[in-house]
């Protein structure tokens, strides 16, 4: 038998990670000069090179922003600007070598972190929820879906 969904306990809970997640993040350390705003960005601009607007886009935030954002990762060192090829008015960011390193430390405390989190999972528990996270991420990021309005 198909158990019924419960959205109100679904949002609830939902909210609780969030809140959660936040509570998380605000304790992990940071390496000097960085905020936590700048992971999304060094997090996209390690899988490959982007134009400011395109990162922008990528991390669902306005271009004014970022582009002050990646100008202080600039000068700490952490990506590289260069003249884009293709435009040579516009430029592409990429993550320097101090930008790969910081992203290798962030991924080894976060598995450290991940790891005694979900120490009495059992691997296909954390199998099947990362494929649903996964899954539930990519339904958020699907215009389609994202653009429709929350109710409460």
């Known amino acids: 038998m198909v158990q ?3 959205h109100e306990a679904l ?10 997640l936040h509570a998380a993040r ?15 960005i060094l997090f996209v601009l390690g899988r490959k090179p ?3 607007s395109d990162l ?5 935030s306005d271009v004014s922003t970022v582009s002050r954002q990646v100008a202080g990762l600039v000068r700490a060192g952490y990506v590289d600007r260069a003249p884009d090829p293709d435009d040579g008015r516009a430029h592409v960011l990429s993550l320097s070598p101090s930008g790969r390193q910081i992203i ?3 991924r ?31 339904t958020l990021q699907n215009p389609a879906t ?3 309005e929350p109710t409460q």
Request: charged share 25%; proline share 7%; aromatic share 6%.
């Open 26 to 40: 605000a304790q992990a350390p940071l390496p000097a000069g960085l905020d936590h705003s700048a992971y999304p």
């Open 50 to 52: 982007h134009r400011v």
């Open 104 to 106: 290798r430390e962030a």
């Open 108 to 138: 080894q405390r976060r598995e450290t972190w991940l790891s005694g989190l979900l120490a009495d999972w059992t691997p296909d528990e954390i199998a099947t929820f990362t494929t649903l996270l996964g899954k539930f991420a990519d």
């Open 11 to 20: 949002g609830d809970e939902l909210v609780r990670v969030v809140k959660l």
């Open 56 to 60: 922008a886009e990528e991390i669902h």
């Open 4 to 6: 019924p969904i419960n």
């Open 146 to 148: 994202s653009t429709k």
